[in-house]
């Protein structure tokens, strides 16, 4: 079992900067893929970021693309979702997730945080 807790969401301007943070706990976080998802409100959960294990491997939805970077620590079990230039239509609930790469990038996964409020004012 795989613990995952957000943080770092909050109310920004347009084209301000957020940094989301993704702490893993119990079972060991060796070899798991992240991943980011958003859900806005009355949208379905979407695909935001992925990132392998050893950080080789990322992959963006083309609505981030250039604008957010995802990233991990493993000896400190956290990966992180930097956003930049964000646009009110990024305002959504954020979570992170772990799995197999081929899961997360297909929308899935065994592990899900909470999840951490994000709001962008135009």
């Known amino acids: 079992q795989v613990q995952l807790v957000e943080s770092g969401g909050g109310l920004v301007q347009a084209g301000g900067s957020l940094r989301l943070s993704c702490a893993a706990s119990?079972?060991?976080?060796?070899?798991?893929?992240m991943g980011w998802f958003r859900q806005a409100p009355g949208k379905e959960r979407e695909f935001v970021a992925a990132?392998?294990?050893?950080?080789?491997?990322?992959r963006y939805s083309n609505s981030v693309k250039g604008r957010f970077t995802i990233s991990r620590d493993n000896a400190k079990n956290t990966v992180y979702l930097q956003m930049n230039s964000l646009k009110p239509e990024d305002t959504a609930v954020y979570y992170c997730?772990?799995?197999?790469?081929?899961?997360?990038?297909?929308?899935?996964?065994?592990?899900w945080g909470q999840g951490t409020q994000v709001t962008v004012s135009s």
């Open positions: 990132i392998s294990w050893g950080g080789g491997n990322t």
């Open positions: 997730a772990a799995d197999r790469w081929g899961r997360i990038v297909g929308g899935a996964a065994d592990y």
């Open positions: 119990g079972r060991t976080f060796s070899g798991y893929t």
